[in-house]
Protein backbone atom coordinates (compact mmCIF):
# COMPACT_ATOMS: atom_id res chain seq x y z
CA UNK A 1 0.00 0.00 0.00
CA UNK A 2 2.72 2.16 1.26
CA UNK A 3 4.35 2.16 -2.67
CA UNK A 4 1.10 2.74 -4.29
CA UNK A 5 0.51 5.84 -2.27
CA UNK A 6 4.26 7.11 -2.96
CA UNK A 7 3.76 6.59 -6.13
CA UNK A 8 0.09 8.43 -6.61
CA UNK A 9 1.74 11.47 -4.51
CA UNK A 10 4.30 12.11 -7.54
CA UNK A 11 0.96 13.18 -9.69
CA UNK A 12 -1.42 15.97 -9.07
CA UNK A 13 -4.29 13.84 -9.72
CA UNK A 14 -7.68 13.10 -8.06
CA UNK A 15 -7.36 9.68 -5.90
CA UNK A 16 -10.25 7.26 -5.07
CA UNK A 17 -9.09 4.01 -3.52
CA UNK A 18 -11.97 1.65 -3.03
CA UNK A 19 -12.41 -2.21 -2.08
CA UNK A 20 -11.99 -4.94 0.07
CA UNK A 21 -8.80 -4.27 1.85
CA UNK A 22 -9.00 -7.19 4.60
CA UNK A 23 -8.08 -4.79 7.56
CA UNK A 24 -10.76 -4.61 10.17
CA UNK A 25 -10.45 -0.49 10.54
CA UNK A 26 -13.30 -0.61 12.97
CA UNK A 27 -11.17 -2.57 15.85
CA UNK A 28 -9.00 -0.03 17.35
CA UNK A 29 -6.52 -2.33 18.89
CA UNK A 30 -5.44 -4.28 15.49
CA UNK A 31 -1.99 -3.90 14.11
CA UNK A 32 -2.89 -3.57 10.74
CA UNK A 33 -5.81 -1.37 11.16
CA UNK A 34 -3.38 1.25 13.05
CA UNK A 35 -0.80 1.11 10.86
CA UNK A 36 -3.40 1.87 7.98
CA UNK A 37 -4.50 5.08 9.51
CA UNK A 38 -1.14 6.20 10.31
CA UNK A 39 -0.51 4.97 6.56
CA UNK A 40 -3.69 7.57 5.24
CA UNK A 41 -2.89 9.98 7.76
CA UNK A 42 0.84 10.64 6.42
CA UNK A 43 -0.58 10.82 2.76
CA UNK A 44 -2.93 12.95 3.52
CA UNK A 45 -5.94 10.53 2.69
CA UNK A 46 -9.48 9.93 4.58
CA UNK A 47 -11.17 6.52 4.79
CA UNK A 48 -14.61 7.09 4.98
CA UNK A 49 -16.38 3.99 5.49
CA UNK A 50 -18.17 3.71 9.37
CA UNK A 51 -20.29 0.93 9.81
CA UNK A 52 -19.65 -2.67 9.05
CA UNK A 53 -19.61 -3.91 5.57
CA UNK A 54 -18.59 -7.74 6.41
CA UNK A 55 -21.75 -10.45 7.71
CA UNK A 56 -18.89 -11.07 10.50
CA UNK A 57 -19.99 -7.22 11.80
CA UNK A 58 -16.36 -5.67 10.72
CA UNK A 59 -15.29 -2.82 8.28
CA UNK A 60 -12.93 -4.14 5.66
CA UNK A 61 -14.32 -2.26 2.59
CA UNK A 62 -13.09 0.95 2.35
CA UNK A 63 -13.71 4.30 0.22
CA UNK A 64 -10.21 6.44 0.60
CA UNK A 65 -9.78 9.89 -1.00
CA UNK A 66 -7.09 12.56 -0.52
CA UNK A 67 -8.06 15.20 1.82
CA UNK A 68 -6.43 18.12 0.04
CA UNK A 69 -8.83 18.47 -2.74
CA UNK A 70 -11.68 20.97 -3.14
CA UNK A 71 -12.52 19.79 -6.53
CA UNK A 72 -13.84 16.22 -5.31
CA UNK A 73 -16.22 15.65 -3.00
CA UNK A 74 -17.86 11.87 -1.39
CA UNK A 75 -21.45 11.97 -0.49
CA UNK A 76 -24.50 9.93 0.21
CA UNK A 77 -22.15 6.84 1.49
CA UNK A 78 -24.09 4.02 2.44
CA UNK A 79 -23.37 0.20 2.93
CA UNK A 80 -26.34 -1.48 1.19
CA UNK A 81 -27.16 -5.61 1.35
CA UNK A 82 -24.60 -7.96 1.11
CA UNK A 83 -23.74 -9.51 -1.66
CA UNK A 84 -21.72 -12.32 -0.69
CA UNK A 85 -19.93 -12.50 3.00
CA UNK A 86 -19.44 -8.16 2.16
CA UNK A 87 -21.84 -5.44 1.46
CA UNK A 88 -22.00 -3.45 -1.89
CA UNK A 89 -21.07 0.09 -0.55
CA UNK A 90 -22.41 3.15 -2.46
CA UNK A 91 -21.66 6.56 -2.75
CA UNK A 92 -21.93 9.68 -4.75
CA UNK A 93 -18.57 11.03 -5.86
CA UNK A 94 -19.05 14.63 -6.62
CA UNK A 95 -16.17 16.44 -9.50
CA UNK A 96 -16.54 20.03 -9.96
CA UNK A 97 -14.36 20.93 -13.25
CA UNK A 98 -11.29 22.70 -12.18
CA UNK A 99 -10.27 26.45 -13.44
CA UNK A 100 -6.94 25.75 -14.80
CA UNK A 101 -5.10 28.30 -14.54
CA UNK A 102 -2.86 29.95 -17.64
CA UNK A 103 0.50 30.96 -17.10
CA UNK A 104 2.54 33.15 -19.54
CA UNK A 105 6.41 32.00 -19.67
CA UNK A 106 9.18 33.93 -21.19
CA UNK A 107 11.73 31.23 -22.91
CA UNK A 108 13.65 31.18 -25.98
CA UNK A 109 12.89 29.05 -29.33
CA UNK A 110 16.55 27.12 -28.83
CA UNK A 111 15.60 24.96 -31.46
CA UNK A 112 16.05 27.89 -33.68
CA UNK A 113 19.39 28.58 -32.91
CA UNK A 114 21.93 28.41 -35.69
CA UNK A 115 25.25 28.12 -33.67
CA UNK A 116 27.56 28.61 -36.35
CA UNK A 117 26.00 32.70 -37.28
CA UNK A 118 25.97 32.65 -33.28
CA UNK A 119 29.75 31.84 -32.85
CA UNK A 120 30.84 33.96 -35.53
CA UNK A 121 28.80 36.81 -34.15
CA UNK A 122 30.23 35.92 -30.43
CA UNK A 123 33.83 35.74 -31.88
CA UNK A 124 33.36 38.98 -33.62
CA UNK A 125 31.95 40.63 -30.36
CA UNK A 126 33.92 42.83 -27.71
CA UNK A 127 33.69 39.88 -25.40
CA UNK A 128 36.53 37.62 -28.29
CA UNK A 129 37.63 40.29 -30.57
CA UNK A 130 40.32 42.22 -28.83
CA UNK A 131 41.24 40.58 -25.62
CA UNK A 132 43.69 43.18 -24.83
CA UNK A 133 41.50 46.19 -24.46
CA UNK A 134 39.45 43.82 -21.84
CA UNK A 135 42.92 43.63 -19.13
CA UNK A 136 42.20 47.27 -17.60
CA UNK A 137 38.47 46.12 -16.72
CA UNK A 138 37.53 44.96 -12.85
CA UNK A 139 35.39 41.86 -12.88
CA UNK A 140 32.33 43.94 -12.24
CA UNK A 141 32.73 45.51 -15.74
CA UNK A 142 33.84 42.08 -17.58
CA UNK A 143 30.56 40.85 -16.09
CA UNK A 144 28.12 43.76 -17.04
CA UNK A 145 29.76 43.29 -20.28
CA UNK A 146 29.44 39.55 -20.31
CA UNK A 147 25.44 39.83 -19.72
CA UNK A 148 25.11 42.32 -21.96
CA UNK A 149 26.65 41.02 -25.14
CA UNK A 150 25.02 37.94 -24.55
CA UNK A 151 21.31 38.65 -23.83
CA UNK A 152 22.18 41.20 -27.12
CA UNK A 153 23.49 38.30 -29.35
CA UNK A 154 20.93 35.56 -28.04
CA UNK A 155 18.36 38.14 -28.55
CA UNK A 156 19.62 38.30 -32.39
CA UNK A 157 19.76 34.67 -32.46
CA UNK A 158 17.14 32.95 -30.46
CA UNK A 159 14.46 35.97 -29.09
CA UNK A 160 12.68 35.24 -26.38
CA UNK A 161 9.21 33.95 -26.55
CA UNK A 162 5.50 33.94 -24.34
CA UNK A 163 4.56 30.57 -23.91
CA UNK A 164 1.12 29.89 -22.37
CA UNK A 165 1.30 26.85 -20.01
CA UNK A 166 -1.90 25.87 -18.15
CA UNK A 167 -1.28 25.22 -14.20
CA UNK A 168 -2.70 22.05 -13.19
Same mark, same amino acid.
Given at each position: ????????????CLVVACGDFNVHVD??????????????????????????????????????? $?????????? =? /??? !????? +?? %???????????????????????? $?????????? =? /??? !????? +?? %?????????????????????????????IEVRRRDA
Amino acid at each position: MSAVFERLSAYNCLVVACGDFNVHVDRADNVNAVRLEQLLQSFGCTQHVTEPTHNAGHTLDLVIT $RNDTEIMEIS =D /LRV !SVMVS +DH %ALIQFRLCVKKSCAKTLVVTSRAW $RRLSLNAFMA =D /LAA !SPLCF +DL %AALNDQDVDDLVKLYRVVMTELLDQHCPTIEVRRRDA
